[in-house]
């Protein structure tokens, strides 16, 4: 990444959503259906090699959630 003085800076994301508790099904129509269950969120951002932040990403609203969505 390149700062607003031409520096150039490392900097390193990751970041992991882990699902828990039951898989709920919801079928919208013929063809169309919606899995999805709650999660949570955890990151650790570095920059420079230095850690920035770590831990928890969870915004209360709305609740971190894992969602496939699919049609035929």
């Known amino acids: 990444m390149r700062d607003n003085r031409g520096g150039l800076h ?8 882990t ?9 919208n129509g013929p063809g169309s259906k919606r ?6 969120a ?5 920059f420079d090699g230095n850690t920035f932040a770590d ?3 969870n915004f209360p609203f709305p609740a971190p959630f894992i969602r496939v969505d699919t049609e035929r």
């Open 42 to 46: 955890t990151a650790t951002i570095a």
């Open 35 to 40: 899995k999805e269950r709650a999660a949570t």
């Open 55 to 57: 831990g928890a990403g």
């Open 19 to 27: 699902g828990s508790g039951p898989v709920v099904t919801t079928v």
């Open 10 to 17: 490392t900097v390193s994301v990751d970041a992991r959503c």
